[in-house]
Structure formats: C-alpha cells, structure tokens
C-alpha cells in the first residue's frame, strides 16, 4: 500500500520550475522562499533575480520499500515517480 501526502515547494528562479526546493508545511515553503528571493537580490542589487517564486502545493505518493530501493538507485526518478499533482498557488512578493 503506497501513501499519499502533500508537500509544499517553491522555485529556485523565477524563470524555471522545474528546480523546486520542498518543505512540509506551506508557512515553512513561504518563509523560505521569501528568504531565498531576498538573499538573492541581497547577493545582486542590480535585480538580475527578476520575479517572483512560484509556489506549489505537491501532491506525492511514498514508494513502498522495494521500489523505494529501485529509486535510490535511480535518483534522478524519484520526483518524477512520486509526483501525482503539482499546483501553483501563489508566489512571492516582487
């Protein structure tokens, strides 16, 4: 029996997605993408960091073990087999 959870994430840079940064409640994904927009504008004033981050609600499926071992071994698989849903629900302040 596999279990299923939501998570929340938050991107990298506004201009890719698919780099995504997890945490397990949404006041925890936003606290940190604020603090990740503002460290980045804090590094590069010139505002080369443009836009906001979006934010994700992700809805995931835990492998059991035996395929949890498969995945370990495959990492680059993991995101992509335990993904069931990924909604946008906000994002940062600009």
Same mark, same amino acid.
């Given at each position: 029996?596999?279990?299923?959870? *939501?998570? +929340? @994430?938050?991107? #990298? @840079? @506004?201009?890719? %997605?698919?780099?995504?940064?997890? +945490?397990? *409640?949404?006041?925890?994904?936003?606290? $940190?993408?604020?603090?990740?927009?503002?460290?980045?504008?804090?590094?590069?004033?010139? $505002?080369?960091?443009? $836009?906001?981050?979006?934010? +994700? &609600?992700?809805?995931? #499926?835990?492998? %059991?073990?035996?395929?949890?071992? &498969?995945?370990? /071994?495959?990492? /680059? #698989?993991?995101?992509?087999?335990?993904?069931? /849903?990924?909604?946008?629900? $906000? @994002?940062?302040?600009?």
């Amino acid at each position: 029996m596999r279990m299923e959870t *939501t998570i +929340y @994430s938050h991107e #990298r @840079s @506004s201009a890719w %997605d698919e780099c995504l940064v997890f +945490y397990p *409640t949404l006041d925890q994904c936003r606290f $940190g993408a604020a603090v990740f927009r503002d460290l980045h504008l804090a590094l590069d004033p010139t $505002g080369a960091f443009e $836009g906001p981050l979006a934010i +994700y &609600e992700v809805a995931i #499926r835990l492998p %059991d073990p035996e395929t949890m071992v &498969e995945l370990l /071994n495959a990492p /680059n #698989r993991i995101f992509e087999f335990c993904l069931i /849903n990924k909604t946008h629900i $906000g @994002s940062t302040a600009t």
